[in-house]
């Protein structure tokens, strides 16, 4: 008789186990999964030092690990769309943007990513060098045209073949050496970066005459 109310025990407590065990499941099952948080879109000031420069932007970059920290890996300008043209202000996702600028037919797309968590302030800096690269291609044409004039003189009036041998060895110098200088001018890129300032929320620093 004991033996046999020991096993209807042992029966009735397996069954509140697994109805316990199946009723734990459920209540798990049924816990809400916190809500997303939305976070809205914050002003970014855009400002530049020279007049015109577009600024373009990918939402989505891909991102990687550098050694300075997350940089963009790059991308076809295709990729980026224009925001605005600076001084100019837009309301931009809470999240890391791909920035690119461009100007007379020039574009520099940024290694750095703008990350965007509040009211920003963003600040560009191009460095013009058309100057430059109008020198290196006078330096092309006159050097190539000076070495060609000074190896025709001095050939001309070689009369030996060391003479000879030195006016061509001239000319190869002068001509090489503007062929250096002009292209390294004349291939020179405009620099750009930007800087980036967190702005307070309120309206009176947003909007204060640095960033009006």
Do not use: K, N
């Not at 029966?11 to 734990?24: F, R």
């Amino acid at each position: 008789m004991d033996c046999a109310v020991a096993r209807r025990w042992r029966a009735a407590w397996a069954l509140i186990a697994v109805v316990s065990g199946s009723g734990l499941a459920a209540a798990q099952e049924r816990v809400p999964e916190p809500p997303d948080v939305e976070l809205r879109p914050v002003t970014v000031r855009f400002r530049a030092d020279v007049a015109g420069l577009r600024v373009l932007y990918a939402q989505d970059p891909v991102l990687d690990e550098g050694a300075s920290g997350l940089v963009v890996r790059a991308a076809p300008t295709s990729r980026y769309a224009e925001l605005c043209v600076a001084p100019c202000d837009a309301e931009l996702p809470q999240t890391h943007l791909g920035l690119a600028v461009a100007r007379a037919g020039r574009v520099h797309r940024f290694e750095t990513p703008l990350g965007l968590d509040g009211p920003t302030g963003v600040r560009f800096a191009w460095d013009d060098r058309s100057e430059l690269r109008l020198a290196g291609v006078i330096a092309l044409v006159a050097g190539a045209a000076v070495a060609v004039l000074a190896g025709g003189l001095t050939l001309g009036l070689a009369t030996t073949d060391a003479e000879y041998a030195a006016g061509l060895s001239t000319s190869g110098l002068l001509l090489a050496a503007s062929l250096g200088v002009g292209l390294a001018l004349a291939l020179l890129e405009d620099s750009v970066s930007f800087s980036v300032t967190p702005l307070p929320a309120d309206g009176a620093t947003l909007y204060s005459a640095e960033w009006r």
